[in-house]
């Protein structure tokens, strides 16, 4: 059974940072890509980045310069640095593989 549990969000300052972790249980983590995606209040579900397991990283250009995904296969983990968070960054984050998501994990950026 494959599994995606998030941790890292909380409540930020603009200007701040955090940093996500996604951690996958079962065995196809390594050969697979991993995604974030995040959904604000009232808005659709957005993809942010995503990792292959070539390590290639892809970014929606509302994010990129500010975030950084990463992969660390022995811990079969997934991380996404987020720099400069603004306010329009809040919203719940999922993490994404073929067809399992997380729970997902909040994000606010307020002063």
């Known amino acids: 059974q494959v599994q995606l549990v998030e941790s890292g969000g909380g409540l930020v300052q603009p200007g701040g940072s955090l940093r996500l972790s996604c951690a996958v249980s079962g065995s196809i983590f390594s050969s697979n890509t991993v995604g974030w995606y995040r959904q604000a209040p009232g808005k659709q579900r957005e993809w942010v980045a995503a990792i292959t397991a070539a390590r290639i990283t892809t970014y929606a250009d509302s994010v990129k310069g500010r975030f950084t995904i990463s992969r660390e296969n022995a811990k079969k983990t997934v991380y996404l640095q987020m720099n400069n968070l603004k306010s329009e960054d809040t919203a719940i984050y999922y993490c994404?593989?073929?067809?399992?998501w997380g729970q997902g994990t909040q994000v606010t950026v307020s002063s």
């Open positions: 994404n593989m073929v067809k399992f």
